[in-house]
């Protein structure tokens, strides 16, 4: 009987370790994620701005396609902003998860 339970207690101590560095190694790769998305919208940010300023300078060629081309370059610059917006935003409520759950363990 306490042979069972002694192998039974290791058992679960070796799962244990397992699941745990597991989650150890699982929450690594998040932040690293979370890093390379930080960084992703730290370059759309500029390409935004450097779109922003292309578009601010007037065009003095009144051709159909130089139109087209501006209107593609907008819309580029308006998708760059959905984009960073909703990764930021993804972000922001894991964030805000966290901290919700922070408050609700220190009570």
Do not use: H, W
């Not at 101590?13 to 690293?32: A, R, V």
């Not at 730290?42 to 139109?67: C, G, N, T």
């Amino acid at each position: 009987m306490i042979i069972t339970l002694a192998i039974l207690v290791v058992i679960f101590m070796m799962s244990t370790i397992y699941f745990g560095f597991k989650c150890y190694e699982f929450g690594k790769t998040i932040l690293n994620v979370q890093d390379e998305i930080e960084n992703c919208l730290e370059i759309l940010d500029e390409r935004y701005a450097s779109m922003s300023q292309i578009l601010e300078k007037p065009v003095f060629f009144d051709s159909l396609e130089v139109r087209q081309v501006i209107k593609d370059i907008q819309d580029s610059r308006d998708s760059i902003l959905v984009v960073a917006s909703s990764l930021s935003k993804s972000i922001e409520n894991v964030s805000d998860n966290d901290k919700q759950d922070t408050k609700e363990e220190g009570l």
